[in-house]
């Protein structure tokens, strides 16, 4: 199965650490955001570098089989609502992992799937990955 996790910046070690336990479970993720060279502050010098990823993380979320977002602080998420827009005009599965975000009202999609945790939606996603 094909993940593309999202998140925030300020979250990325505990993006890394998910999309880590992902791939030992045997799944695959499509694009790793977490090793972008923002530049300083978290700002690319140019436009057409933003451009670049931006088209690069669509495609991430074009390409995977399900969009996971890492919600766990109550930061002004921007990226994260784009890509689960993305992930939900092309009819996928969006899996949430924290509480920071339900207070959106697509929160409540019938194909969003919340979690509390990283370690219920691991489980999850095991016994999706190997039923038996």
Not at 41 to 48: D, F, K, M, Q, S
Request: overall charge negative; aromatic content about 12%; hydrophobic content about 40%.
């Amino acid at each position: 199965m094909k993940f593309y996790v999202a998140g925030k910046w300020q979250d990325r070690y505990a993006v890394r650490w998910l999309q880590e336990q992902l791939r030992r479970m045997g799944g695959e993720i499509t694009v790793d955001w977490t090793t972008h060279d923002y530049g300083p502050n978290g700002v690319l010098a140019t436009p057409e570098q933003l451009r670049q990823i931006a088209l690069e993380d669509e495609e991430g979320v074009r390409q995977a089989d399900a969009v996971v977002g890492v919600l766990l602080s109550d930061y002004n998420y921007k990226g994260v609502w784009v890509e689960f827009g993305i992930a939900l005009a092309l009819h996928k599965f969006v899996y949430t992992v924290g509480e920071a975000g339900d207070s959106c009202m697509f929160m409540n999609h019938p194909r969003i799937c919340k979690f509390r945790t990283m370690e219920d939606f691991l489980k999850h996603v095991d016994g999706a990955l190997h039923p038996w």
